[in-house]
T-cell receptor, first 116, second 114 residues
């Protein structure tokens, strides 16, 4: 049973370009979470999605960031017009029971975005 | 409001000696508490979780943690450190059924001296 798959592992973008980060949850999981980890910091919640629905996006910046989890295919985190401050590791996690405080999250290995 | 505080940003111990990583939390309700480990350039792996059952929780790789409600603590311990334990450790509190209420601590980097 494959774990949470994120790609690419490393992504380099110039300022102003778009970054697209992909996440395939574990088999049988329909709840996906995106987190951002800045250097020397913990994880900050960004967005929680179920298939075709955004459930909680309270951690998403108001501009340039969007996320989707279509009926078919992986979840996508999209960052438009990237700036240097977007450089971070972006982690995706999935769980079988969304919103269950007892349900642990299963993490991917992350995508490390570098904006030059 | 809930929060989690990891009291040490960096802990260094000698191989074979005990490990103590401290975590304090605040919560309005009965929380669920987790410890995750992150090895370099890897994702986070669940070490153990507390969900209102036994207060002493045993996890993988010889780690355990004790939930102490009176002290609002959930410290992570291991009797004897191994070189492979060098990693970043995150204490996590989850309170209600809301994704944004899963709160991560800022992490403790554990270094192991030979």
């Amino acid at each position: 049973n494959a774990g949470v798959m994120q790609n690419p592992r490393h992504l380099v973008r110039r300022r102003g370009q778009e970054a697209r980060l992909r996440c395939s949850p574990m088999k049988g999981h329909s709840h996906v979470y995106w987190y951002r980890q800045l250097p020397e910091e913990g994880l900050k919640f960004m967005v929680y999605l179920q298939k075709e629905n955004i459930i909680d996006e309270s951690g998403m910046p108001k501009e340039r960031f969007s996320a989707e989890f279509p009926k078919e295919g992986p979840s996508i985190l999209r960052i438009q017009q990237v700036v240097r401050g977007d450089s971070a590791a972006y982690f995706c996690a999935s769980s079988p029971l969304g919103g269950d405080p007892d349900s642990p999250l299963h993490f991917g290995n992350g995508t490390r975005l570098t904006v030059t | 409001a809930q929060s989690v505080t990891q009291l040490d940003s960096h802990v260094s111990v000698s191989e074979g000696t005990p490990v103590l990583l401290r975590c304090n939390y605040s919560s309005s309700y009965s929380p669920s508490l987790f410890w995750y480990v992150q090895h370099p350039n890897k994702g986070l792996q669940l070490l153990l979780k507390y969900t209102s059952a036994a207060t002493l929780v045993k996890g993988i790789n010889g780690f355990e943690a004790e939930f102490k409600k009176s002290e609002t603590s959930f410290h992570l311990t291991k009797p004897s450190a191994h070189m492979s334990d060098a990693a970043e450790y995150f204490c996590v509190v989850s309170e209600v059924s809301s994704a944004s209420k899963i709160i991560f601590g800022s992490g403790t980097r554990l270094s192991i001296r030979p």
